[in-house]
T-cell receptor, first 115, second 115 residues
Framework: ETGVTQTPRHLVMGMTNKKSLKCEQH?????MYWYKQSAKKPLELMFV???????ENNSVPSRFSPECPNSSHLFLHLHTLQPEDSALYLC??????????????FGPGTRLTVL | AQKITQTQPGMFVQEKEAVTLDCTYD???????LFWYKQPSSGEMIFLIY??????QNATEGRYSLNFQKARKSANLVISASQLGDSAMYFC????????????FGAGTRLFVKA
């Protein structure tokens, strides 16, 4: 495997279900991100982890719970979601190194539909 | 507050011609990085080009160049010799402060390349 992988690629869940999205990066990066991409809205940053510590949390509802067990893996745990949470969820990674602006590498995304 | 504006929801270009995608930004931070990403229909965001706020020269990467006009706060993407595979969504993005993690994205421009 190379780059950033995400599983599953598609997920349909009911509002009472609990599911998890998984992201894995094979690039040796030390920062990982979750983004939400809804139709007709700009990409929204949800969470950022740097060196396995959460450094950004953009007022995301508590029904989304991130987990970063190590620098290569990132999870997004979902429970009691709402239909408006249906979106493409993108994971990204980058190498954070002091004063540099390093680009992010994105996974293919998980298309989530909440019924 | 930082902001990215892409005023062109959709653009058409003839194959082999050049096209410019507009991006303006707003920030009070003197140090920032500007990025362009491409998102094909498959969903994965692909990094194209980067421009630092202190860079004296416009960035170039193959057929991509960034027309950086700092005083006007614009960072337009120029694609030369368009190819059918260039048809995709294009996003302009900005990150403030060296070592920062929060990247904001514009609404995107959908580019259609005609044969």
């Amino acid at each position: 495997e190379t780059g950033v992988t995400q599983t599953p690629r598609h997920l349909v869940m009911g509002m009472t279900n609990k599911k998890s999205l998984k992201c894995e990066q094979h690039l040796g990066h030390n920062a990982m991100y979750w983004y939400k991409q809804s139709a007709k809205k700009p990409l929204e940053l949800m969470f950022v982890y740097s060196l396995e510590e959460r450094v950004e949390n953009n007022s995301v509802p508590s029904r989304f719970s991130p987990e970063c067990p190590n620098s290569s893996h990132l999870f997004l745990h979902l429970h009691t979601l709402q239909p408006e949470d249906s979106a493409l969820y993108l994971c990204a990674s980058s190498q954070s190194s002091g004063g540099d602006y390093n680009e992010q590498f994105f996974g293919p995304g998980t298309r989530l539909t909440v019924l | 507050a930082q902001k990215i504006t892409q005023t062109q929801p959709g653009m058409f270009v003839q194959e082999k011609e050049a096209v410019t995608l507009d991006c303006t930004y707003d920030t009070s931070d003197p140090s920032y990085g500007l990025f362009w990403y491409k998102q094909p229909s498959s969903g994965e965001m692909i990094f194209l080009i980067y421009q630092g706020s202190y860079d004296q020269q416009n960035a170039t990467e193959g057929r991509y160049s960034l027309n950086f006009q700092k005083a006007r706060k614009s960072a337009n993407l120029v694609i030369s010799a368009s190819q059918l595979g260039d048809s995709a969504m294009y996003f302009c993005a900005m990150r403030e402060g060296p070592g920062g993690f929060k990247t904001i994205f514009g609404a995107g421009t959908r580019l259609f390349v005609k044969a």
